[in-house]
């Protein structure tokens, strides 16, 4: 009867288990490593579209509340902000129902719903200094999916006061628009005159399997002076 064994079999047989485990384990952090890159460089992709899209909305508001403010200024927002080009194929217009766009109620987060209602009951000066509105932003379908550009819906609440930026007390319509008519050789004279902007974007994107969505919301103040 033999005793002898091979201490070189089961020492090879230990370094395979040995390796496999090394590999196995790195092939985890690989992914783990992939996983987290790809996560960083889609909220990247959602953050820059944001940012372009927020910018650019806040911009072209301002700059139609600037060249057609006069003394009744009332119907501003309702006449002026329809169907305004944004970013290519993006519109943005008036809108004091925006819609979920197929998205099933039960999903909606009940900020979004908030806000919807706050939409239906837009504000006007009426004298004073404050409107309040909504903008809906169409769709592009040929932007990346995970981006506000290709949302299944967005909108945004805007709220916006007409201030002296020097005192921040408020001024109306008809203040703002003597302050842009009063120039001296055609160079305005009170460059005070301004406005804060206060702006909340909703959107949705769908996420893989059926009735998945990603819900989003983002909120800034603003300071303009267009004169």
């Not at 910018?55 to 002026?80: G, K, P, W």
């Not at 998205?103 to 504000?123: F, I």
Request: proline content about 3%; glycine content about 6%; overall charge positive.
């Amino acid at each position: 009867m033999r005793k002898n064994s091979n201490p070189e079999a089961g020492f090879s047989f230990i370094a395979v288990l040995i390796v496999m485990g090394v590999v196995t384990f790195s092939i985890m952090l690989i992914s783990q490593a992939k996983f987290k890159a790809q996560s960083a460089q889609k909220s990247i992709k959602v953050k820059q579209s944001y940012g372009d899209i927020n910018q650019a909305l806040i911009n072209n508001v301002v700059e139609v509340f600037h060249e057609r403010m006069s003394n009744a200024c009332d119907n501003l927002a309702q006449t002026q902000i329809n169907n305004r080009d944004l970013d290519g194929n993006v519109r943005f217009r008036y809108n004091t129902n925006p819609g979920f766009n197929g998205v099933s109620n039960t999903l909606v987060p009940e900020v979004h719903k908030q806000a919807q209602a706050r939409c239906r009951v837009p504000k006007a000066p009426n004298g004073g200094n404050r409107f309040y509105f909504c903008t809906s932003l169409t769709q592009d379908a040929s932007a990346a999916k995970d981006t506000i550009l290709n949302s299944k819906y967005a909108f945004a609440e805007f709220a916006i006061e007409l201030i002296d930026l020097q005192t921040q007390n408020p001024i109306t319509c008809a203040e703002y628009t003597t302050r842009i008519n009063d120039k001296v050789a055609g160079v305005p004279r009170d460059g005070s005159a301004g406005m804060a902007v206060t702006m909340a974007l909703y959107w949705a994107n769908e996420a893989n399997g059926a009735n998945k969505f990603t819900f989003s919301q983002k909120a800034l103040s603003y300071i303009a002076n267009q004169n």
